[in-house]
């Protein structure tokens, strides 16, 4: 990797939001006030002590952080190779890391004096993590979701509710994430003055990729500590989950300029990365495209129309992937991998069995691919993955694979 690119880890994007050449704001001229603004904000509140006293303080008795690094004993004896710790950030309030990004940004919109939130969900799971802390600070919140997914996820949506947020179906385009996210963009763009948009993952027009992924940073630099303080060193192996790809990027974005530490992003392949398109792996089986106002790689059909994806967890099924993540496997930083649905309700259950903890699908995902190479690794061989979120908004899902009846 030529050494200037290396270099450039740490301090990108460049000023117009570039991750070499993903990235960037592909906005209309309508919408760019209002991104110069936060983005003005945002720089301005990265550098603010109270900013992040406040954060850490939300972070500790409202989120529960730090989450804890777990040695997941009987897995590691089980898969007899590599040293496995899990990184609990599902124990987090709202039991994901969704929640983390979104502290932050409210607490940012809180300093621009924005009253009314904003915000896209597919699941579900940033959703209820905006309607919560929207609850908590007065705010009021509108959530558009897909028409289809408000359907498929009527606990979350009730959630919301109860939360007091407005859940507004999006029935233009499929109805899914995509189309939610186009609808939220329309909203902003009309309601400037006192609205601020609250984005759920590393995507999105500069500077929403480079803020989020600092708002979950936190989950990475904890890592570090811990792994200092449990075995003296740095992992050799971070393992994180893919749907737009925040989670990943937290985890590892503090460990980017350390070379020895291998970076691997899991993506879903749903029924198998192939020319049938029954998969979500944006970067192992997409091109580069625009979407959402930034360029990535995208799930696209030869006319470069966006596709809806297939994976069996709902929090993955993001058709592009946050830019940062392009840039860091062309540049070769970081590997990317995709695991099945069949792989990952493997892992599902070993890990309910072996170590007591229902995983969400999504980082079943992750905890796939360690099955995959940890037996071929020495004992001393430290891994890390990123438990984001636990497994109780999935169990009709995995029941109904199972073939299982449950009410
Ligand atoms: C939303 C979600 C994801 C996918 O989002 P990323 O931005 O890729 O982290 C993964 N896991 C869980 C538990 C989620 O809720």
């Not at 550098?47 to 730090?66: A, C, I, K, N, S």
């Not at 007899?80 to 409210?106: F, S």
């Not at 360690?370 to 990123?386: E, F, G, R």
């Amino acid at each position: 990797m030529p050494e200037d690119l290396l270099n450039s880890f740490m301090s990108g994007p460049d000023e117009k939001g570039r991750f070499g050449n993903y990235g960037g704001r592909f906005v209309s001229e309508t919408l760019m006030p209002l991104i110069l603004r936060l983005e003005a904000e945002y720089e301005r509140a990265k550098t603010d002590q109270r900013f992040w006293d406040e954060m850490h303080d939300l972070w500790t008795h409202y989120v529960g952080r730090p989450s804890p690094l777990y040695h997941a004993a009987r897995l590691t004896d089980r898969l007899g190779g590599a040293k496995i710790y899990m990184k609990r950030d599902e124990l987090n309030h709202t039991g994901a890391h969704k929640i983390n990004n979104v502290l932050g940004q409210i607490l940012l919109a809180r300093r621009m004096g924005k009253e009314r939130i904003i915000a896209e969900t597919g699941a579900g799971q940033h959703g209820v993590a905006t309607a919560t802390v929207c609850a908590k600070f007065g705010l009021k919140c509108v959530v558009y979701m897909g028409a289809h997914d408000v359907e498929r996820q009527a606990p979350n949506v009730f959630r919301m509710r109860l939360l007091g947020a407005e859940v507004v179906p999006v029935t233009s385009g499929r109805g899914t994430l995509k189309d939610a996210m186009n609808d939220a963009l329309r909203d902003w763009v009309t309601n400037i003055r006192d609205t601020f948009y609250c984005i759920g993952t590393v995507a999105g027009p500069h500077p929403y990729p480079a803020m989020v992924r600092d708002f979950q940073s936190i989950i990475g630099k904890e890592v570090r500590e811990q792994m200092q303080a449990a075995e003296g060193r740095l992992p050799d192996t971070l393992i994180a989950a893919i749907g737009g790809g925040s989670n990943a990027m937290g985890l590892f974005h503090p460990f980017l300029d350390d070379k020895d530490v291998r970076i691997i992003g899991v993506e879903a392949g749903g029924k198998g990365v192939d020319d049938r398109m029954e998969h979500c792996a944006s970067l192992t089986g997409g091109r580069p495209g625009v979407l959402h106002g930034n360029r990535t790689y995208l799930l696209q059909d030869d006319d470069g129309q966006i596709l809806e994806g297939f994976s069996i967890s709902a929090g993955l099924d993001y058709p592009g992937i946050g830019p940062e993540h392009a840039w860091l496997k062309d540049v070769g930083r970081a590997e990317y991998v995709s695991i099945t649905d069949r792989e990952a309700l493997d892992a599902f259950q070993l890990c309910c069995e072996m170590e007591g903890i229902i995983p969400a699908l999504e980082p079943s995902h992750a905890l796939a691919h360690v099955m995959k190479i940890a037996p071929d690794l020495p004992s001393d061989h430290l891994i890390c993955m990123n438990m984001c979120g636990r497994g109780d908004k999935d169990i009709f899902t995995v029941a109904k694979a199972l073939g299982v009846e449950i009410g």
